[in-house]
């Protein structure tokens, strides 16, 4: 048998369970534009039946319902949605460094313009060709000299604009990791808090949601893996090391940060690799210019400064034929054409006599710190000739005057040879670089095309990536977004269910009334 | 598919994104001109590119060296007619000479003339180009030879090579033995001369016949390395033409390669901006509408 006053609680439960679903959908509508939301939605049930199987069963057919409960709210996530997005997330943010990194290699190589390092080695070789059309002329020394300190200037530069930048990779590490430990700090510290306020019939959704959006920003700065512990705990291993377990969050420093194979981090490690690339390409070109293996051709012949070995029989000028591969005596006149094996523009210049007295091996370039491997940062014209245009040595020959050497001012045997280095085919260290065998033009426009592509590729694989973290986020939205159609329908129906319950109360009501003030007046 | 307000977002975003970024690309070249920004913009094309521009820096040097070895050899080219003048006339005046007819003192003063010949010869040997000795081979610096002993000066044998194109080298001077005679030999043109004075001056009319083809074999030498002369300007001058159509190609190549293409780049930006005004237009007004518009 049931209770007079059923209905009015029946009623009494609907008016407060629709409340609540009225009030989730104000808290979606509300959340509708926050980052990292997830809509959430109160699961109605219909309440117990009034007969419960017992003992002693009502003899009344048929079970009385008790109308409606709600026995949670949840939020609606999918966690997969989650992992594609922050695997995607974490490949975009690595690409994006590498693009900034490769942007600023270019923008410091400055190709093409007229005022590149392509430009500036045009400059050095042109200035050659000038000096040549006449070694004594004043103006042709001081033109090749100033393009000669020009581009060592330039590459100097280019290597200062390096380690600008390795620098700046450096410090970004350092920074970002600091992010990463705040994050992974704050994760368990959510953690904490939602082992702590879940239980039966209770979910941290809102603190959910702040977690799920912090780990999502810690995917853009590192590696993540997660993994959802029975606690309802994330456990997070990110570059090698478990960052987040429980309450207690793990602090990285820069040395476990460049284990990173996601993230920015993974990004600015990448990066290193890359400029560290592109000093030992330029380094590679420098050192061969300097001091690359190669034959040279005087046609004029040329007087010995030291002991030497010619590649083919010469002549001396006082008849005396010497074979190829034998000394040459030291200060013999060698009267016809004769070819060298010479190390690099030093070993060439080398060769040559300053005016007017004729000195000789004199290298062109010196390294500041006094190493034997030339490389863009320690490369310096030598000062010796920086300071006295006389040292040029483009001279091949002198003569005995007095007793003294006097070199033949208009003798550009060695200017000449020069020259022609632009388009000596070099060797190049193939465990350095991509090409193997080229002229110094070639090689540079071979690493500046390499570097292109690299570039290019990494601005493809930002773009890819943008679109397939877009995509994910919007499967993710798909499933946890809130519609505003959605919700004010939803609102109606709530705001429906609720009315119609109030009217529901009104009815008992007036059964009730009906019984107790109309009822047994008979006769009264 | 549910389709949730922050995805309408999102979507509108990305596209207003991927629109402005074509736009942003179209309207960089448009407005420089210039197809290839950096090496990312094109790795192959950046290489051509680079190639041309020093290829048309490298040939303006070698223009200059052509113009440089053209006006050598126009000099020296001048020269040998001068000095083939003063060679003639010195044949006619030892004709004359020669004829027995002559008195003895006009001998004498023919050699005074003679005399001037030779130093105007001298004169020639010691021409300059720009400053520098053309005859003395690569010591530019020193007049190859003497007033007063000019048959005996050697010449520095050192030619001055030019380059032309890569690799290509072209000899430009011919030192002043080759033409002029070998030092202290009997057919050296100073030497022919001081012959020539002291037949006239102890009156040896035999001896000037004989003088006569010695001229002649002087005036060969002269003709034969004007002629090379020659040869020489005509290859300059080939070059130098060469040279001119060479920097008309490079520079039809280089804007091949660099430059944009206008028609097809602001077609191109047109269609973008097309495409971003309809993004536009529908986002906003798809996003205006929501069910809270038709609810009372």
């Known amino acids: ?524 | 598919m549910r389709v949730t307000n922050m995805m309408q977002n999102t979507q509108l975003l990305q596209n207003l994104r991927n629109n402005n970024r074509g736009i942003l690309e179209w309207q960089n070249k448009l407005a420089t001109g210039q197809r290839i920004h950096r090496p990312g913009d094109d790795p192959v094309g950046i290489g051509y590119l680079m190639r041309y521009n020093s290829e048309l820096n490298r040939t303006n040097e070698f223009l200059e060296n052509a113009r440089t070895g053209i006006g050598y050899l126009k000099t020296m080219d001048e020269l040998m007619q001068q000095s083939s003048d003063v060679l003639k006339r010195a044949r006619v005046l030892v004709q004359q000479a020669a004829n027995g007819t002559i008195p003895e003192d006009s001998r004498k003063q023919i050699a005074m003339e003679i005399a001037q010949l030779k130093e105007q010869m001298v004169m020639i040997g010691n021409s300059t180009f720009a400053g520098r000795y053309l005859f003395n081979g690569q010591k530019t610096d020193q007049p190859p030879y003497s007033m007063t002993d000019p048959h005996l000066n050697q010449t520095d044998p050192g030619v001055i090579y030019l380059n032309v194109s890569p690799n290509v080298s072209v000899p430009v001077t011919i030192t002043g033995e080759l033409i002029f005679g070998e030092a202290g030999a009997a057919d050296n043109v100073f030497q022919v001369f001081d012959d020539i004075i002291n037949h006239l001056n102890n009156n040896e009319q035999a001896e000037l016949l004989d003088d006569l083809a010695k001229i002649d074999a002087a005036s060969d030498r002269i003709n034969n390395n004007w002629a090379e002369i020659g040869a020489r300007t005509n290859r300059f001058e080939l070059v130098e033409s060469r040279i001119e159509d060479q920097i008309i190609s490079l520079k039809t190549l280089r804007s091949e390669t660099g430059d944009v293409d206008m028609p097809e780049a602001l077609i191109e930006l047109m269609q973008k901006e097309n495409v971003l005004q309809a993004s536009l237009s529908v986002g906003a007004r798809i996003m205006q509408v929501s069910l809270v518009d038709f609810l009372r």
């Open chain 1, 1 to 524: 048998m049931t209770s007079t006053f059923h209905g009015i609680e029946t009623a009494k439960r609907a008016l407060l369970t629709q409340q609540v679903a009225l009030q989730t959908v104000g808290h979606n509508i509300s959340n509708a534009a926050t980052e990292g939301y997830s809509r959430q939605r109160v699961n109605l049930t219909t309440a117990s039946p009034i007969e419960a199987p017992a003992f002693r069963n009502s003899t009344m057919p048929g079970q009385l319902g008790t109308g409606v409960e709600y026995d949670s709210i949840t939020r609606i996530r999918d966690s997969f949605l989650d992992l594609q997005f922050r695997r995607e997330n974490q490949s975009l943010a690595r690409w994006e460094v590498m693009e900034q990194t490769f942007t600023a290699i270019e923008d410091l190589l400055n190709e093409p313009s007229d005022n590149g390092l392509r430009a500036v080695m045009d400059k050095f070789w042109n200035s050659l060709e000038v000096l040549n059309r006449d070694p004594s002329l004043l103006s042709a020394r001081i033109d090749f000299l100033g393009a000669a300190v020009n581009l060592t200037d330039t590459l100097n530069s280019i290597d200062k604009g390096l380690t600008d930048i390795v620098s700046d990779l450096e410090n970004n590490i350092t920074a970002t990791t600091v992010q990463v430990n705040e994050l992974t700090r704050r994760i368990a510290d959510l953690n904490a808090l939602i082992k702590r306020i879940e239980g039966p019939n209770q979910n941290a959704n809102d603190l959910r949601d702040q977690r799920d959006l912090l780990v999502d920003k810690l995917s853009e700065l590192i590696d993540v893996n997660v993994t959802m512990m029975p606690d309802g705990s994330y456990t997070i291993m990110a570059a090698g090391v478990t960052v987040v377990e429980g309450a207690n969050a793990t602090q990285i420093d820069d040395g476990i940060a460049m284990q990173a194979t996601g993230g920015k981090l993974a990004g600015y490690v990448q990066s290193f690799a890359e400029v560290e690339n592109v000093r030992t390409q330029l380094n590679v070109m420098v050192n061969t210019l300097v001091t690359g293996e190669m034959k040279v051709t005087l046609p004029n012949g040329y007087m010995t400064s030291r002991d030497m070995v010619a590649l083919n029989d010469v002549t001396l000028s006082d008849g005396t034929v010497i074979p190829a591969g034998q000394t040459i005596p030291a200060n013999s006149t060698i009267v016809s054409s004769v070819e060298f094996m010479v190390d690099g523009f030093n070993g060439l210049h080398r060769l040559g006599y300053t005016i007017p007295d004729a000195q000789t091996d004199i290298p062109f370039f010196v390294t500041e710190d006094g190493s034997t491997d030339f490389t863009i940062s320690n490369i310096r014209v030598n000062p010796d000739v920086k300071n006295n245009t006389n040292m040029i040595a483009a001279a091949g020959k002198y003569e005995m005057q007095g007793g003294n050497r006097v070199a033949i001012r208009g003798n550009g045997d060695i200017s000449f040879a020069l020259t022609n280095i632009r388009d000596y085919v070099f060797t190049y260290p193939l465990d350095q670089t991509t090409l193997g065998t080229g002229t110094i033009d070639d090689f540079f426009r071979a690493f500046v095309g390499q570097l292109g592509t690299l570039s290019n590729n990494a601005t493809q694989n930002v773009i890819n990536a943008k679109d397939l973290t877009d995509a994910a986020d919007m499967m993710r939205q798909q499933v946890s977004g809130v519609s505003l159609d959605e919700e004010l329908s939803d609102m109606i129906r709530f705001q429906h269910a609720y009315n119609a319950a109030a009217r529901n109360m009104t009815t008992v009501d007036e059964m009730l009334d009906r019984i107790i003030n109309q009822m047994g007046i008979v006769g009264r």
